[in-house]
């Protein structure tokens, strides 16, 4: 089991910068697909980003691609989102997720372990 707990979402102006940070309880952290995910008000939970368990792979939706970065580290049980050049509808609680499987997973019901999310909000 591994316990999640995020950090880093804050306001922002559109077009800065956050970064966030999901820490992992445990010592199986490395066994992990690493998932971000996103939920704004009245819309669903959708995927924003997932890192394969060594880090070598990952996949964004779309409207993410070439503004954020997911990356991990597996000595500090740390995953990361660097969120760039951000935009009023990347607004959102955005949670952190972990998955047993083996490839990286873009369908929420795929993951077993969830945080209690961070609040990004982006100004105009």
């Known amino acids: 089991q591994v316990q999640l707990v995020e950090s880093g979402g804050g306001l922002v102006q559109g077009g800065g910068s956050l970064r966030l940070s999901c820490a992992a309880s445990g010592r199986t952290f490395g066994s992990y697909v690493m998932g971000w995910f996103r939920q704004a008000p009245g819309k669903e939970r959708e995927f924003v980003a997932g890192v394969s368990r060594s880090g070598a792979t990952t996949k964004y939706t779309d409207s993410v691609k070439g503004r954020f970065t997911i990356s991990r580290d597996n000595v500090q049980n740390t995953v990361y989102l660097q969120m760039n050049s951000l935009r009023r509808e990347d607004a959102a609680v955005y949670y952190c997720?972990?998955?047993?499987?083996?490839?990286?997973?873009?369908?929420?019901?795929?993951?077993?372990?969830w945080g209690q999310g961070t609040q990004v909000t982006v100004s105009s």
């Open positions: 997720a972990a998955a047993t499987t083996i490839a990286v997973i873009t369908t929420a019901g795929a993951y077993d372990y």
